[in-house]
């Protein structure tokens, strides 16, 4: 694989992580929504801690979302970053490096 495909791939792959993360963001945005209430549920929803365990879970899970989503768009930045900081080394390496050797045909 040459230089300029592995920075490919990197804005490839960073390009993946970000789409998950805006979907991981839809789906946490989604738990938010899905609270519940006593009338919503059963008169024996209290009595039994349905209600406090459902809600429990339902707030793991967008927790749970909202991280992923944030974790995943903070590896789409930093791939972007190590992508760009290889661009930036071989221009600096090219530039460096200059007529100092010439392949021979």
């Not at 946490?28 to 209290?46: D, R, V």
């Given at each position: 694989m040459t230089l300029k495909a592995a920075i490919e791939a990197l804005y490839y792959d960073a390009d993946i992580w970000e789409d998950i993360s805006g979907v991981t963001?839809?789906?946490?945005?989604?738990?938010?929504?899905?609270?519940?209430?006593?009338?919503?549920?059963?008169?024996?929803?209290?009595p039994t801690g349905l209600l406090d365990t459902y809600e429990a879970i339902r707030a793991k899970a967008q927790m749970l979302l909202t991280?992923?989503?944030?974790?995943?768009?903070?590896?789409?930045?930093t791939l972007r970053k190590v992508a760009k900081a290889y661009e930036i080394s071989d221009e600096s390496a090219s530039r460096r490096f200059d007529g100092e050797w010439e392949p021979v045909r």
């Open positions: 963001n839809e789906a946490s945005s989604a738990a938010a929504g899905l609270t519940l209430t006593e009338g919503q549920l059963s008169w024996a929803c209290i991280e992923g989503t944030t974790n995943m768009s903070d590896m789409a930045a």
